[in-house]
């Protein structure tokens, strides 16, 4: 699904004290993300907060320059359909003075469903250009926000959202290369920008857990994770691990004697402190087949524990006290195969996924002895479940 521009509502004023301010947004369509960018005056925490439909929204930036010129954006995963109330407070009292302040709210469908996006960007002057280049790319939208102490006049390839006196937001292509540029009058300014991702189009991925990247090759619509942060995109998806990257945390390159998706494996202790969690963002809801190899090529481990999540709700839980012996992986429903008939006699299971994100927690919840570790994890989305090279699945 393409990302795509939705709706644009603002509140502005002039020379008007506010301790909040509200209005109406509609959002529509499906992964849909909001962003709202705020240009007032007033120094460093000068919006304390941001809900839309009582729902609170994430800071992602904040740029002050001069101790007056405040711009700073926020985003919210997921926001309800239809319309309702954007309110934002502030810490104290909006200044009086004049020249222009105000909030501007604009909505996307078919964005990637994080608050982790590009990494914004700010900066700030006192000049006649205030200017930012977000890092983006074609198939994204970048989206800013400016606080000016003049009138401000949008830039080339930049499209109008909002502008009233010394605040603007705009949008642009991410085919058009990121540069949000404002000219005004010299004067101080403070401007931020961040470049909205896609969501992922793709309908089937397998992940092989390794040290290197080349230590053997993935197979078709296969990627690799080497202990990977989130947000990582490869092989046409984004995932990584979003904790658990500390203490007994790693990866090995285990043997290349084996079926490539077996060749290594990432790993946590099993420690009540120190859970690996992954993520993997799913193209859309809706269901999908997920198998697994829980075990490792060349090593046993005393005890194995893995928990799939559909964002919050547990979907599954392989939790294996005996551990898993040399050359042995658990499927998906927990049952151990040999390296050498795991391929062909692993079971999947089929969840419908209510959300798009896909998470798995590796590590028992509780001191345990040596470690978990994945060495493959694979995922159909159902309704393109053609060619499948295996037959047998659970229902979850």
Request: aromatic fraction near 12%; glycine fraction near 12%; proline fraction near 2%.
């Given at each position: 699904?393409?990302?795509?521009?939705?709706?644009?509502?603002?509140?502005?004023?002039?020379?008007t004290s506010?301790?909040?301010?509200?209005?109406?947004h509609?959002?529509t369509?499906?992964?849909?993300?909001?962003f709202?960018?705020?240009?007032v005056?007033?120094?460093t925490g000068?919006?304390?907060?941001?809900?839309?439909?009582?729902?609170?929204?994430?800071?992602?930036?904040e740029?002050?320059?001069?101790g007056?010129?405040n711009s700073?954006?926020?985003?919210?995963v997921?926001?309800?359909?239809?319309?309702n109330?954007?309110?934002?407070?502030?810490?104290?009292?909006?200044?009086?003075?004049?020249?222009?302040?105000?909030?501007?709210a604009?909505s996307?469908?078919?964005?990637?469903?994080?608050?982790?996006?590009?990494t914004?960007?700010?900066?700030?002057n006192?000049?006649?250009?205030?200017?930012?280049?977000?890092?983006t790319?074609?198939?994204?939208?970048?989206?800013?926000?400016?606080?000016?102490?003049?009138?401000?006049?949008?830039?080339?390839?930049?499209?109008?959202r909002?502008?009233?006196?010394?605040?603007?937001?705009?949008?642009?292509?991410?085919?058009?290369?990121?540069?949000m540029?404002?000219?005004?009058?010299t004067?101080n300014?403070?401007?931020?920008?961040?470049?909205?991702?896609?969501?992922?189009?793709?309908?089937?991925?397998?992940?092989?857990?390794?040290?290197?990247?080349?230590?053997?090759?993935d197979?078709?619509?296969?990627?690799?994770?080497?202990?990977?942060?989130y947000?990582?995109?490869?092989?046409?998806?984004?995932?990584?691990?979003?904790?658990?990257?500390?203490?007994?945390?790693?990866g090995?390159?285990?043997?290349?004697?084996?079926?490539?998706?077996l060749?290594?494996m990432?790993?946590?202790?099993?420690?009540?402190?120190?859970?690996?969690?992954?993520?993997?963002?799913?193209a859309?809801?809706?269901?999908?087949?997920?198998?697994?190899?829980?075990?490792?090529?060349?090593y046993?481990q005393?005890?194995?524990?893995?928990?799939?999540?559909?964002?919050?709700?547990?979907?599954t839980?392989?939790?294996?006290?005996?551990?898993?012996?040399?050359?042995?992986f658990?499927?998906?429903?927990?049952?151990?195969?040999?390296?050498?008939n795991?391929?062909?006699?692993n079971?999947?299971?089929?969840?419908?996924f209510?959300?798009?994100?896909?998470?798995?927690?590796?590590?028992?919840?509780?001191?345990?002895?040596?470690?978990?570790?994945?060495a493959?994890?694979?995922?159909?989305?159902?309704?393109a479940?053609?060619?499948?090279?295996w037959?047998?699945?659970?229902?979850?």
């Amino acid at each position: 699904m393409a990302l795509a521009y939705d709706a644009t509502s603002s509140f502005t004023f002039d020379n008007t004290s506010y301790n909040s301010i509200d209005w109406s947004h509609t959002c529509t369509g499906s992964n849909r993300l909001l962003f709202v960018g705020v240009g007032v005056v007033g120094d460093t925490g000068k919006v304390s907060g941001i809900t839309y439909n009582s729902v609170a929204l994430t800071k992602i930036w904040e740029k002050v320059q001069g101790g007056t010129k405040n711009s700073s954006g926020w985003l919210l995963v997921a926001p309800a359909t239809g319309s309702n109330t954007v309110e934002v407070t502030f810490a104290s009292s909006t200044s009086t003075w004049a020249g222009g302040q105000g909030a501007c709210a604009v909505s996307f469908n078919g964005a990637l469903q994080s608050t982790t996006q590009n990494t914004p960007v700010t900066a700030g002057n006192y000049s006649g250009t205030a200017t930012v280049t977000a890092s983006t790319a074609t198939g994204e939208i970048v989206v800013d926000c400016v606080k000016t102490g003049s009138s401000v006049t949008i830039g080339a390839d930049q499209t109008f959202r909002e502008t009233f006196g010394n605040f603007g937001c705009s949008t642009q292509a991410g085919s058009d290369g990121g540069v949000m540029s404002w000219t005004l009058s010299t004067q101080n300014w403070a401007i931020g920008a961040v470049s909205i991702k896609p969501a992922p189009s793709w309908t089937e991925i397998g992940i092989n857990f390794r040290l290197t990247s080349d230590y053997v090759t993935d197979g078709t619509d296969e990627t690799y994770c080497i202990g990977d942060s989130y947000p990582t995109t490869r092989g046409g998806v984004t995932f990584g691990f979003v904790s658990g990257t500390v203490g007994t945390f790693g990866g090995r390159n285990r043997s290349t004697g084996v079926d490539v998706r077996l060749a290594g494996m990432n790993y946590d202790g099993n420690s009540s402190t120190n859970q690996a969690i992954f993520r993997l963002d799913l193209a859309s809801t809706g269901k999908y087949e997920i198998r697994l190899a829980l075990g490792d090529a060349v090593y046993s481990q005393a005890y194995q524990y893995i928990q799939l999540k559909d964002d919050t709700t547990a979907i599954t839980t392989i939790d294996k006290s005996a551990g898993s012996s040399a050359g042995y992986f658990y499927d998906a429903e927990g049952t151990s195969f040999s390296a050498a008939n795991w391929p062909s006699s692993n079971v999947a299971i089929e969840h419908t996924f209510t959300s798009t994100k896909l998470f798995f927690v590796l590590g028992a919840p509780t001191a345990e002895s040596d470690v978990s570790s994945i060495a493959h994890l694979h995922v159909k989305s159902s309704a393109a479940a053609t060619g499948n090279p295996w037959y047998y699945y659970a229902q979850q």
